[in-house]
């Protein structure tokens, strides 16, 4: 009886390290610009101040957001969701469009993982550089290099995380606890787990996590259809492939005009060869483009064959801008945007909210008169600091306990005070309706207003 030996295969392919080539060219710097403004506005966006406190700042214990002249409160939760929304829907938009424009150019993950590779260079030279180190022994030169490096990343990645905690905590309170290490168990918390992410993932993990963590690659086929731009080769005009001589006839050696030099795969970030037709693995970052071109620029050949195209244009068809989805996606977005834009304009800067007190329906005065205790919480959403003025109103002779019923309310802050409402016990006859009013003095068209109810006896 015979047996057929087990096949064994393995559930996961051993990562191959990627040694991307610098390359130079017109998608490069604006992959270069990108990242610098991107990078600027996250590590200085902390340091900006605004009417003496921080500009940008998420106070979560005290469940307050600042952004610049915006103080938002959970009650702007709505403003939150709009904006992930608009987010959501901008993606879609946008890759619709022009494909993976969010993974090339504007990624965290990208933008990250362009500053490790600068460092790498920087410290251990240029590809193949990087390479022959890598094959060879260790020595004094090596464990050098590879130290720098190193020392590069762990700076940076900690600059990060203590960035990223500071739009949580102000920043200046972080630089100031950082040199005594007395920061506390959070703030620790935070910025070592983001630092050590930025590390993991720009540093070492970078491809991977594009091409297995991350689920835009799995779905953006959704989103895409034949007027969608992407990256693509030129198939009919680059094969077959070969090498031969600068200016020779390239059809008359039945040959294309790829002379198979593989810049476009060393170039690439997540090392596929974009030859072999559009792959879920590309972030769209145009390098194999500039690489591509600086080829065909050096064999007089015209650019172009690595380029942003279509499928319908490569199929020789023409390509639509205006399309269904592009319309639906376009009107959406529009409407979200203006939305958000008038809710954040009509915005009311005051709140006021009162709540009678539920211990007792009502408490009747030695002169007959009929008291309610409420819980009053006056909300300045402004910058500065007002005296706002309460005042009630309703059927019947009303009168607030204090009088004058006075407050200073601070900026961006709840002040709850206790007041007392008091009526005749008969005029009007039962319970009824009445309105709380509070007005700024310094401010007369900064005010609010909220309804409560007044509980008395019928008879």
Not at 198 to 213: F, H, I, S
Not at 385 to 401: I, Q
């Amino acid at each position: 009886m015979s047996s057929t030996p087990a096949l064994e295969e393995s559930l996961y392919a051993a990562a191959r390290k990627i040694y991307p080539r610098e390359i130079s060219g017109r998608f490069a710097r604006r992959r270069t610009a990108a990242a610098w403004a991107l990078l600027g506005i996250f590590y200085v966006l902390p340091w900006l101040r605004w009417n003496a406190r921080q500009a940008v700042l998420f106070d979560l214990p005290a469940r307050k957001f600042y952004v610049f002249g915006l103080v938002m409160w959970p009650q702007d939760f709505i403003f939150l969701t709009a904006l992930l929304i608009i987010a959501a829907l901008s993606l879609f938009f946008f890759t619709a469009i022009g494909g993976r424009l969010w993974c090339g150019y504007a990624c965290p993950q990208t933008v990250w993982t362009e500053v490790f590779l600068w460092m790498e260079r920087v410290t251990e030279g240029d590809r193949s550089e990087r390479m022959k180190l890598d094959r060879g022994r260790w020595s004094a030169r090596k464990l050098g290099r590879k130290l720098a490096k190193q020392l590069l990343w762990l700076s940076f990645s900690a600059w990060t995380g203590l960035t990223f905690v500071g739009y949580f905590t102000p920043i200046t309170l972080l630089a100031h606890e950082l040199v005594p290490l007395t920061l506390g168990p959070w703030e620790s918390f935070w910025a070592l787990f983001y630092g050590a992410a930025t590390y993991g993932n720009a540093g070492y993990l970078r491809e991977q996590v594009c091409k297995y963590m991350c689920p835009y690659a799995r779905f953006q086929s959704a989103m895409f259809d034949r007027d969608t731009l992407i990256i693509t080769y030129d198939g009919t005009r680059g094969e077959p492939r070969g090498s031969r001589r600068r200016g020779s006839d390239a059809r008359a050696q039945g040959l294309g005009d790829c002379i198979d030099c593989t810049w476009c795969v060393q170039v690439c970030p997540t090392g596929i060869d974009i030859r072999e037709g559009l792959q879920y693995e590309c972030i769209a970052c145009a390098a194999c483009i500039d690489a591509c071109d600086a080829v065909m620029d050096r064999m007089g050949s015209p650019r172009g064959l690595i380029r942003y195209s279509t499928q319908n244009a490569l199929d020789g068809q023409p390509s639509h801008l205006l399309r269904p989805r592009i319309v639906l996606y376009g009107a959406l977005l529009g409407a979200l945007i203006v939305a958000f834009t008038l809710g954040l304009w009509l915005r009311e800067p005051l709140a006021l909210d009162a709540i009678r007190d539920r211990n007792a329906l009502y408490r009747r005065l030695d002169d007959g008169r009929i008291e309610n205790v409420y819980d009053v919480k006056i909300l300045n959403k402004t910058e500065h600091e007002h005296r706002f003025e309460l005042r009630v109103s309703g059927a019947g002779a009303l009168s607030l306990d204090p009088d004058p019923a006075v407050f200073s309310v601070g900026s961006g802050e709840v002040l709850p005070v206790a007041v007392r409402v008091r009526r005749a016990p008969y005029d009007p006859h039962g319970s009824q309706d009445i309105r709380f009013e509070v007005r700024a003095q310094d401010a007369p068209q900064l005010h609010a207003a909220t309804r409560a109810r007044f509980i008395a006896p019928r008879e």
